[in-house]
């Protein structure tokens, strides 16, 4: 059974920092693609972020390379968010989200199997 439970969003000053925490359990896969989403009220959801397991290669949405950073720590299991620079277009609810089976590193919405229930980042 596959558990994502996203942590660490908040109201933040734009230009400070966040880090968001995604805690895992039960993937079992030897590799695969995870990534953040976001979504903005009356906006469709968003990859921000990927990252592919096996390689460890990462990809981010033009709107936030070079200010955030997707990173994996295997020992915990945990999926992270640094969130650097913020602005006030990156407030929205953030979820962490797994694909098993990526034909690439995020794909689409859809591709994605697995959900965490999100977590608010405001920046105001």
């Known amino acids: 059974h596959v558990q994502l439970v996203e942590s660490g969003g908040g109201s933040v000053e734009p230009g400070g920092s966040l880090r968001l925490s995604c805690a895992t359990s039960?993937?079992?896969?030897?590799?695969?693609?995870m990534a953040w989403f976001r979504q903005a009220p009356g906006k469709e959801r968003e990859a921000v972020a990927g990252i592919y397991t096996g390689r460890r290669s990462t990809h981010y949405h033009t709107s936030v390379k070079g200010r955030f950073t997707i990173s994996m720590n295997d020992a915990e299991n945990t999926l992270y968010l640094q969130m650097n620079s913020v602005k006030l277009e990156d407030t929205a609810t953030y979820y962490c989200?797994?694909?098993?089976?990526?034909?690439?590193?995020?794909?689409?919405?859809?591709?994605?199997?697995?959900w965490g229930q999100g977590t608010q980042v405001t920046v105001s």
């Open positions: 989200a797994v694909d098993h089976q990526p034909r690439t590193c995020p794909a689409d919405v859809s591709e994605f199997d697995y």
């Open positions: 039960g993937l079992a896969y030897s590799s695969y693609c």
